[in-house]
């Protein structure tokens, strides 16, 4: 079984056009992540929820906006999507302090 | 904010010991971590270490913590082609969020 699972898993979109990203996970966490993970492979988390709640937004344009229907479940919408948004989304769940467990991540291009 | 450095690229030959080195600024984190990302994979946590400790091994892995010098490092032994992977080195902070290194590039030779 799929802990944390991310759709699509390549999403190549034209300037301008506004895409989702789906994540689930069926860990029972509590708490779920955004990551982005730029062409350098350096990695910054842009959100974060707990128990639908969002707690940290780390300086991220408001084009970006997370929702998150139930603990199980966190999306991420982008609006406008621009060139400099192409990068790798990871989104993550964890329970308390017992590390953050990744999905398989969103590879988005646009052109 | 957080800020956590990793050399880039280490290549080790099959068999031999590899060892990857991090340090970490913030000194309250209560946990740091060691991740393995394969080429076009997502991130996969491979231990952890509390930090009132000095040292956790886990099979192949040992890892090194210096608190005082904000030092951690991985050791694996008999590195296998199935390691070669990029490492990155992570610290807990604020609301359990993590702070990652550049990650390292590791390279096993056969």
């Known amino acids: 079984d799929t802990a944390v699972s991310q759709t699509p898993k390549y999403l190549v979109t034209q300037m301008g056009n506004d895409k989702s990203i789906k994540c689930e996970q069926n860990l029972g966490h509590d708490t779920m992540y955004w990551y982005k993970q730029d062409s350098k492979k350096f990695l910054k988390i842009m959100f974060s929820?707990?128990?639908?709640?969002?707690?940290i937004n780390e300086t991220v344009p408001n084009r970006f906006s997370p929702k998150s229907p139930d603990k199980a479940h966190l999306n991420l919408h982008i609006n406008s999507l621009e060139l400099g948004d192409s990068a790798v989304y990871f989104c993550?769940?964890?329970?308390?302090?017992?590390?953050?467990?990744f999905g398989q991540g969103t590879r988005l291009t646009v052109v | 904010g957080e800020d956590v450095e990793q050399s880039l690229f280490l290549s080790v030959r099959e068999g031999d010991s590899s060892v990857i080195n991090c340090t970490y600024t913030?000194?309250?984190?209560?946990?740091l971590y060691w991740y393995k990302q394969e080429p076009g994979a997502g991130l996969q946590l491979l231990t952890y270490?509390?930090?009132?400790?000095d040292m956790k091994q886990d099979q192949r892995l040992t890892v090194l913590l210096n608190k005082k010098d904000k030092h951690l490092s991985l050791r694996i032994a008999d590195t296998q082609t199935g390691d070669s992977a990029i490492y990155f080195c992570a610290e807990s902070y604020g609301n359990n969020r993590l702070a990652f290194g550049k990650g390292n590039q590791v390279v096993v030779i056969p």
């Open positions: 913030d000194s309250s984190s209560t946990y």
């Open positions: 993550a769940s964890s329970q308390m302090t017992a590390g953050a467990f």
């Open positions: 929820y707990n128990n639908k709640e969002l707690i």
């Open positions: 270490i509390f930090s009132n400790m």
